[in-house]
């Protein structure tokens, strides 16, 4: 295991994503609001203009401090919690220490992407050019590469409250590569992955490829 980690963490040094390599590019003026029904898009660098698949947010608590006390209850739920400074910490904040290598910085500037990117766009240091979706999805990466590995469990916990047994296997199989207790309980919640068909199973299998190499695990478990 803490070879593993020491294999991790030293990938993060070479620059895994070019998103923490750059200087944070200048805030642009606020888009002009999207109809509602079609929810917001977000322009990525050479790629068209991609739909968040979040949409239009759920509702969230109108004022900073229960937006927080949210966030800090879902996080704890979850075991995936930071020191509680990391909580107040405003984004531009967040990002100076994510470019760090910060991995309590990364998990709450993905877990604002995730979830709270609908109420964070007036946040002088909101990227309003990335798809929330997928910085979220890096940043938590990058946090299992800078020595978080339980966010591996907690990724393949989230897809499985958003039914997506694909991803949900693919980063339970994560979790089992890097040992993690909560990826037996996982397995059990998603039957074993029984109700994956033959196609399903493919895809998991890419996936999985994908984030070994992304995330610099070696590992010889069987397919």
């Known amino acids: 295991m803490h070879k593993q980690l020491a294999v991790l963490i030293g990938s993060l040094a070479l620059g895994a994503?070019?998103?923490?390599?750059?200087?944070?590019?200048?805030?642009?003026?606020?888009p002009a609001a999207a109809p509602q029904a079609a929810g917001r898009h977000w322009q990525l660098a050479g790629?068209?203009?991609l739909q968040s698949p979040f949409g239009i947010a759920a509702a969230l608590?109108?004022?900073p401090p229960q937006r927080i006390a949210a966030r800090r209850q879902r996080m704890q739920?979850?075991?995936?919690?930071?020191?509680?400074?990391y909580y107040t910490m405003d984004l531009r904040t967040l990002t100076a220490?994510?470019?760090?290598?910060?991995?309590?910085?990364?998990i709450q500037m993905a877990e604002q992407y995730e979830s709270e990117w609908e109420v964070l766009q007036d946040d002088p240091g909101f990227d309003?050019?990335?798809?929330?979706?997928?910085?979220?999805?890096?940043?938590?990466?990058?946090?299992?590469?800078?020595?978080?590995?339980?966010?591996?469990?907690?990724?393949?916990?989230?897809?499985?409250?958003?039914?997506?047994?694909?991803?949900?296997?693919?980063?339970?199989r994560v979790a089992e590569a890097l040992h993690d207790a909560d990826?037996?309980?996982?397995?059990?919640?998603?039957?074993?992955?029984?109700?994956?068909t033959h196609a399903e199973r493919a895809r998991a299998q890419a996936s999985y490829d994908s984030l070994v190499l992304q995330l610099g695990?070696?590992?010889t478990e069987p397919r």
């Open 17 to 30: 994503y070019v998103w923490l390599q750059v200087p944070a590019r200048p805030v642009p003026a606020a």
């Open 47 to 49: 790629q068209g203009s």
């Open 61 to 63: 608590p109108d004022s």
């Open 77 to 85: 739920a979850r075991q995936y919690s930071t020191p509680e400074p």
């Open 97 to 106: 220490l994510a470019r760090q290598g910060d991995s309590f910085a990364m």
């Open 128 to 172: 309003r050019g990335a798809d929330p979706a997928r910085l979220s999805r890096q940043l938590f990466s990058l946090a299992i590469k800078s020595g978080y590995p339980h966010i591996a469990a907690v990724m393949a916990a989230k897809a499985l409250d958003q039914g997506d047994l694909v991803d949900a296997h693919a980063w339970t």
């Open 183 to 196: 990826s037996a309980t996982l397995k059990r919640r998603a039957g074993s992955f029984q109700r994956l």
């Open 217 to 219: 695990l070696t590992t």
